[in-house]
Nanobody, 124 residues
Framework: QVQLVESGGGLVQAGGSLRLSCAAS????????MGWFRQAPGTERKFIAA????????YYVQSVKGRFTISRDNTKNTVYLQMNSLKPEDTAVYYC?????????????????WGQGTQVTVSV
């Protein structure tokens, strides 16, 4: 498995931006597709975005399309989530996860490794 550590969360006003980072260590990072999920209080963890091992294929949930961008730098063993035009409903704990396949997936149960999460709070 790969070990994951998220960073970059914080408090931001509505309309603002944040960039989350997820640093990976352990097994070969470039062999994993990566995903971002989020979990608001009292709700289930939900898929947001995923990226293939090469970065040439990405998926997004409809609610973040055009606002969030997932990317990766395999030389730095890091995946990013650039979040623009943030809304109060984006408030949640954000998690990155690794899927031991070259292809991305939206299925939460196909992810093998998880980070500890980073809090994102968007104020009105």
């Amino acid at each position: 498995q790969v070990q994951l550590v998220e960073s970059g969360g914080g408090l931001v006003q509505a309309g603002g931006s944040l960039r989350l980072s997820c640093a990976a260590s352990g097994r070969t990072f470039s062999s994993y597709a990566m995903g971002w999920f989020r979990q608001a209080p009292g709700t289930e963890r939900k898929f947001i975005a995923a990226i293939s091992w090469s970065g040439d294929s990405t998926y997004y949930v409809q609610s973040v399309k055009g606002r969030f961008t997932i990317s990766r730098d395999n030389t730095k063993n890091t995946v990013y989530l650039q979040m623009n035009s943030l809304k109060p409903e984006d408030t949640a704990v954000y998690y990155c996860a690794a899927h031991s396949s070259s292809r991305p997936t939206t299925n939460i149960y196909e992810y093998d490794s998880w980070g500890q999460g980073t809090q994102v709070t968007v104020s009105v």
